[in-house]
């Protein structure tokens, strides 16, 4: 029937949205890489945060930001905040113990 073939197509659509939403944030990812290995911080930021905006559950896009604001913006809240939701996200992550150290180290500078 046609309402059966309308909503074949709205469920082929919204999966192929989907699929560009991911690969965009996969795209502006990979241009806070870039940045961020050319030291051009600022526009690191930039792209990973509009990853993230995309994609909130990137847990390598909220590790990579929060180096970042601890390393080039000396930012520690945000840094907690993005490592913090790294940890949730990725709670198997094999630098785990190394993530929680700096974690607690900021937070005992603030203290």
């Known amino acids: 029937s046609a309402s059966e073939a309308l909503n074949k197509e709205r469920v082929t659509l919204k999966k192929q949205n989907e699929q560009l939403k ?4 996969a795209l502006y990812q990979e241009l806070g890489v870039v940045y961020a290995q050319a ?4 526009m690191a930021i930039d792209a ?13 896009a909220h590790y990579d930001i929060g180096i970042l604001y601890k390393h080039s913006k ?6 907690v905040y993005h490592l913090k ?8 992550a094999k630098n785990r113990r190394d993530v929680e150290y ?7 500078e603030k203290r």
């Open 48 to 60: 990973y945060t509009k990853s993230l905006n995309i994609n909130p559950n990137n847990a390598q």
């Open 39 to 42: 030291r051009l911080f600022d």
């Open 102 to 108: 700096i974690i607690n180290m900021l937070i005992e």
């Open 74 to 79: 000396d930012n520690s809240k945000k840094c």
């Open 85 to 92: 939701k790294y940890l949730q996200l990725n709670p198997e």
């Open 22 to 25: 991911n690969e965009r944030a």
